[in-house]
């Protein structure tokens, strides 16, 4: 059953048993995102607290279970003869701006933040740079407990997570009991922000005759009901489409060419519009969005050539979305 594919492109029932629990976990986090946006956000601040509390302990105990000083014992040299090239660093960096994704979901909800002006860049920036300093120091960690071909061997067998073998060197087999748990904790409040504030582009879409007219209705709750289905059911189907690795090198294959495209608006509208009012103004403007837009194209074309099925995936995307959109236009 697992060796069922469609085109020989996607095999739908391939590890079929994490695929249904996400799908149920999608479901379940819909629904009670359904129920109102203060339920979907007291579940994040619950998730956030114990994910938080989690990474200080593994920190905690992770660099004070050495005896001497814990970065004496880093070891950088290579694993292999393979060059370092360009094209591999930014192969390498398609999973992990998967981790950093979440900083443009803050603009999503805009409409329902106080003070949006003032409190979205706020946001935007404190998070970015706390979530920098937490990878940091559990990365550290990691290091400082498993040796760089440790980590490689951990990635080739593909059924290990550097973080369990990490915390079971100095906690045993039940501390890869905690932090699986934690890293299913972080699952669940990702997935529960990404649910919450992913709706809302649809919903604002709808209410411009963007998008299909029914995702822009809000239920007694006062939340994008229709909206949150649409997206519930898109996301389980793309579940089911391939592995978790290959989903997100393909949305962040897709997502950077929004992002460069946007970073180039920035350029076009101060010339088509220079008197707009601008509550924000881009630091370093113009090298700061010159510069991302090179390195969005770098990654850009880097993917097509390097993973090609994920870029022909999320192309396909993409496109898929014009038929939509030429058909509400036309209407």
Known sequence: MGQFSIGGIFYP??????????????????????????????????VLFLVFSGLFLIVAFGLGSHQSHPFQSFDFGPVSQAPVTISTFFTAMLASFWAYQGWASVGFIGGEVKEAKRNIPKGIVIGVFMVIAVYLLVNVTYLSLL??????????????????????????????????????????????ATILASARPYYAMAK???????????????TPANSLIWQGVWASVLVLSGTFDQL???????????????????????????DAPRPYKVWGYPIVPAVFIVFCMVLVFNTIFTRPREAVLGLTLIFSGLPVYWYLHRK
Do not use: H
Not at 16 to 43: C, D, E, M, R
Not at 162 to 185: C, K, M, T
Not at 208 to 222: M, T
């Open 147 to 192: 040796s760089i071909p440790q980590l490689e061997q951990i990635y080739k067998s593909g059924n290990q997570i550097a973080a369990v073998e990490a915390v079971r060197s100095f906690w045993g087999d039940n501390g890869a009991l905690f932090i699986s748990f934690l890293i299913l904790i972080t699952t669940l409040g990702c997935t529960n």
């Open 208 to 222: 411009e005759n963007l998008f299909f007219k029914s995702a822009g209705s809000l239920n007694k709750a006062n």
């Open 13 to 46: 029932f391939e590890g079929f048993t994490v695929k249904l629990t996400a799908i149920l976990l999608i479901i379940f986090l819909t629904l009670i995102n359904i129920k109102g946006i203060l339920t979907g956000a007291g579940v994040s601040k619950l």
């Open 248 to 274: 997100t090198d393909m949305i962040i294959f897709a997502v950077f060419i929004f992002y460069g495209a946007t970073s180039l608006a920035v350029f076009i509208l101060r010339r088509r519009m220079p």
